[in-house]
């Protein structure tokens, strides 16, 4: 293998020193060799509430320069069994919202393509749509894991398809997933309407509300999930508010009775077998975040997502 | 019913649009067909600590915004069942407690005569003296129903009779509690003197600690509420300082050691067929809460307060 | 006149209390009898930098509690001279440029048709588009007055017509603007290229750069505004970044090198009888304005605006 | 002399370091052979808009670890001329605006009748009322500097005589002040009527608004007031809205179009050879102020206090 | 006994009143009769991530001012068993490691050898190994009881030896800390290399993680802590980083996966019986704590520290 | 010429896209056909005050991204007339001044070495030691133009000779500076000694004072500054708190009486014509500048240094 990626070694060099991507990866777009690549997506036009993902991936690459390599929880150094790198932004259109779901189902899939499992930084939640385009392009229908308060699943926003309320049902009716796979975790707030989140059930999904999982606890939460994708590839989507704003305060619209770092990190790692072929973590707004402890979680959310797809490739 | 009063419907009006009131509910001042009132008292002159909660009203309806209309943990969409409007605020005098105390108790009494229950938005914890004054003209001594960290039973400061510490002294001292059946919830802190809660038992409360809770459950705290009030006719009173500092840092005397809004959600959960017929929360200061969560939390237990009346309302 | 709007008093009512309207005027949406009247557009999509303007109605509302109602440098109460109300927000459509303009359209040509003023809250600088083609099809071309740092006379971004920086490109070629007696008023910060503001003056209109104006001083670019414009009817728009961001941190893209507030009150002083037919004021974003000082500069300036009318009709 | 206060030397302790007094002075409070003394009044109770005051003293003693012991400016080393001390806060009740200008007047007497020259930290603008009466007893009326935005002098808000828009209403009322040789600098906003300043100038007060002051300059401005009082003993008051929103964010009450930092310090400059006998700064509030810049502005306007009692013990 | 000091009490004197000192105990460098020494030690010069633990002492002694004086989870008040007091900070040298490593060593040897027990507040976690050079020169090598999130044992880094991720290591190749008693407890985060926190071990350590805590509960952690040091004299630092950032955001190196306020407390509880000789509470960084949550949760550890002497010396 | 550097055009990848390198420059390490390398020096171990510093070159190159290439006060596009890259950040050691400094003069070295000029971007003063030593090898004593508020020309503090106030004392003893030709420019604040500014001049510097320069204007300072350094190679150095904190709050130790934005690009515009073979900018701390226009102004006057380098290489 031609290239060695690694992060930069915090023993050596300080911390804050250096240029932000992720981890001091090496700043990369030529992908050969590649095995997992982080890339931002700055969008954050579809937003109906809090403005502001579009800092999402500079916060995120900010607080994960503190990040050790060797995943404890994951128990991998993960850069000692594949090359990662930070590929930087993708030059989205802001106000765009159609344009630029072009822009990332191409971006994505030339991601996909050159072998390597894209790890997409939102931005707001509608560019999951985007990705998920080009995962379906890629691999077909995938197994849909989605993190989140909310189900993203109502059809339409004052009179428009796309909003970062709606990705998932269009993703559903475009083919993109396979719902009988597919699994919706941590759902929480109140509704538009009284029939719970029939919604996403209608459509196909399972879904593990916020107050179910507080009763039957992390392990069976895991366990439910592994169940539902039974082995198939999959899609991992976390929304950043599927986390308490206590422990999360940084996003656009925040929901209460969420998930404390631990039960973030343990359900993570009880999911860790999970084989994803495209990841992302969306909703990081840094402008609510003062003391970042917010953009520092997603940070190591997208360090669990690097060892899972590294546990694969040590295998 | 002549009136129909409802939310401003998200999906069809983005939810930073608009002018801030509760929920975007009608501001009505005619409370003609009122079921329930929100009303702002932007009083924070009785602050021993860290002044600021008369911005709290404001704070608590910017971000009410983004509630949606059907309750799940109540299972009602509360507007589907009665009237809520919010009056704006009360014209209180900073500066003056005592003039104040008239003007509230004035205010709240207009309420209570006009069949509307009174959902009060504090202001510091000191209003509720003037709010009891006006629910005991009306209904004679109710249960009284205490979420805090503080006990606010302590005669006086600095010589005073009344500031945000003392209000239930003085509550109890007029008749105005029926102690027989009240209850003060998630008490904890240091204190002046070495005997406990023993002033508050004294007085003839029942004290849950924060302790206690935290070693007996959410669901037993709340039998102990539903058993000592008693199907008594009830006024539930909160302090968001009740939560924890890391789930509600904005609020002027914070202690350590609280609950999540998981734990404070279940908690009114349980008690969710109280009888209440005056709410009020308090306390919440913005300056102190930069993410704006604690005035979320604030705008989502109202929501629950609603939804106990429109039970009520709706069977 | 059946209506008589007004500002609550401030010495009966405490600022802080009540319902946020701009000044707590009226909130009405009939405009029967109104002479003026304050609307906001929150919406800010065609942001190229760091969004958030969406707040800024809002943000100026609360600040305008403070403003007392005798306007000393316009030497008016205009108050005492015509009517002024508070319309809300219009209810745009966030991610969706294109049918927000056509909203804002309608909305201000209503306010027109009414015989009213419609004074504009902001909101990206790309709402003026709206407004513009609403003010031509009711008055014919405006003289147009701006106060900016940037000229918005760039015709595209990323390849697309519209965002917050071609506005008045657009505005141009589609005849709105009478370009004769138009002027841009305090451009600087660096270019794209060397020209310096010649596409704005290949456009027709007049450049008062920054630091021209530092040299001139106040008196005369009023003066070169007033000869400009030459008595005929106008549309005004405040971008808040033509002030310097030591006075005017809460905005999305400042430029240093620009004015103080004192500076900028004494030149709407000196443009006091313009005969302005529609205003607008831009670009304030909360996050960014953390001691509130931006929006309470905001709420003077349209404090102002509502002067100018006032003069109009006093007259 | 038996006692010798000093600063602590910043070239041996840094400036961080230690319990903070202002300017880390002795905390003193036996005032034998004390010449000034720092004293807080940290006292909100009558604020009419932002509260938060009550946190001023610890601000400015914060910031005041930053300044070096020799006053270019006013040419001295004031440390070295004599005595000052900082006696910490004074016991006010918060909530009881009445009750607390008895404690003002109490300990500012205590102070005059030690010799030493009261130098209070606000606090809002209403503790001024209880220092003066203190001083009036001492020295008889005294002439009357006021450095503001507001001149304070309405006779009531809210159907109430004292809160912090009143004070000098009261004073002149009661004959602490020598009118004739009394005079208001800087005022400036909106009015509640149409008649300027005539209130002001019918108690007796010569007004300099900001708008003449920028106007005629600093210069003859200094000269206004030294001509005003004539070489009368003086009282001198500054309430930090004086300066501009962008050099002191950090109050309860911004107006725009104030002064900047150089301005305000050449015009204390000017006036040094005043003979006071008492100072305040009032209405620093540290939660508006998040970089701290109007605190350091506020310590040294008093480091310029010092010097001009030093200078006269010097002469 | 001559000196009797007890903190300043807040049913007489505000807690926003007065210089700040600990819990506004007396400001005293005589340690005759004292028990117990606040001091400082603002030094933050060896820190490898976000600066500012130099303000941590200040920032405790501010929210100190608001805890009342009995102790419930101790079931004592302190003050009444013993003198406590504040003796400011020591002149450290910022940017100069080991000269300050010399300075908090003597400094600290002389509040042990005048019979006090030190109770330092950081600070960086560096200034430990000045402490317990101190602490071993006094009592011998003292069992070591150390909260954190990280195990501060790495040998150097940027081959250095002395940041504050070292200080263990060398305290141990020193001789200061009696090993076989001593315990690391807290631990997590990801790490440099894959063998765990098997760097302590080998240095004789027993480590309790932060993944095993969660299982086995705060209960048999205190056992498993009170087992280890098996009733030796112990020194117990406190690294605030223990906390989960959601409870302590104010810190330089945050660890997700941690404690909330009531755990830290009741685990506190639990080892009560330690005979601790010396304490520290280290890493607040205020500029990190927007709502002083963590400052203020700091100060009452340090409470609990105070209770813990208290304990021994009423016993 | 091989290589062709350019920023990232913001008219087709939105401004917040990327990694943030200065101005989005290519990140280039070999200097091979390079004129101009911005270069991070992330150390702030030698501060005296509040710390951060070492996140000031992260600041200025994310606020950097909003500035457009032709610079208008100079007149040029720096960029089509020379290679400038951004190097990324020296591996300092934080803690240890004296190393860092070899690491600096080393890296500092090299860059004048490969023919580019460096242009630094601070950290705390104590930096532009390790500069000057790297520049006098290089180029011998050459004129030192130095824009700031205080001299930083004290011998030692705290009994050693190197922190961020004594650099300039040690560059004149080492010889490093051509003191004939050099000169201070904005000295304020109070002083430790009465004999003002003699230090410096005793050091042989020509001094300016904040409040000279404020007399006599921005362009007599200009020509003073020009005549002193008379044509030779200088040395150019900018602390951000030259800048009145109004414009730059973001830094360790304010000074009032500052200058405007617009009066420091003023007289940076003034000496465009200095031959400047090395530069920095230090002290920007972002936890200091909520709205960032700090790192704004900081970046905006990086962009003048850039274009004082190219109208040297365009001649």
């Not at 060099?13 to 590649?34: A, E, H, N, Q, W």
């Not at 939460?221 to 039974?230: P, W």
């Not at 989507?237 to 619209?253: E, K, L, M, R, W």
């Amino acid at each position: 293998m031609k290239n060695d990626y690694r992060p930069v070694d915090a023993l050596a060099s300080p911390r804050f020193c250096g240029i932000k991507t992720f981890m001091r990866l090496p700043y990369v777009t030529d992908l050969t060799d590649v095995d997992a690549a982080i890339v931002g997506i700055p969008f954050d036009t579809a937003t109906t509430y809090r403005t502001g993902a579009r800092f999402g991936p500079a916060a995120i690459r900010d607080m994960s320069a503190t990040i050790r390599p060797f995943n404890i929880d994951m128990n991998i150094n993960s850069f000692e069994h594949m090359n990662v790198v930070d590929m930087g932004d993708m030059n989205i259109i802001p106000g765009y919202i159609e344009d630029t779901y072009k822009i990332i189902e191409d971006q994505c899939f030339k991601v996909l393509e050159a072998g390597a499992v894209p790890i997409c930084l939102g931005g707001d939640h509608s560019v999951t749509l985007g990705e998920l385009r080009a995962a379906a392009k890629k691999h077909g229908p995938l197994a849909f894991v989605h993190f989140d308060s909310h189900t993203d699943t109502v059809s339409s926003y004052f009179g428009k398809d796309y909003c970062h309320g709606t990705p998932f049902y269009h993703a559903i009716k475009e083919g993109l997933i396979d719902t009988k796979h597919s699994i919706q975790v941590g759902m929480r707030g109140n509704l538009y309407e009284p029939n719970g989140f029939q919604d996403s059930e209608d459509l196909g999904l399972e879904v593990i509300t916020a107050k179910e999982m507080h009763k039957i606890g992390i392990e069976a939460t895991a366990e439910r999930i592994m169940k539902r994708v039974d082995g198939k590839k999959a899609f991992l989507t976390f929304d950043i508010d599927f986390v308490d704003p206590a422990y999360a305060p940084g996003t656009g619209t925040i929901e209460i009775g969420g998930f404390s770092s631990y039960e973030t990190m343990e359900l993570l790692c009880g999911v860790k077998d999970l084989d994803v072929k495209a990841f992302d973590l969306v909703e990081v707004a840094p402008m609510y975040d003062p003391a970042q402890i917010t953009a520092f979680l997603a940070a190591n959310i997208v360090h669990d997502f690097i060892a899972m797809v590294a546990r694969k490739r040590a295998d």
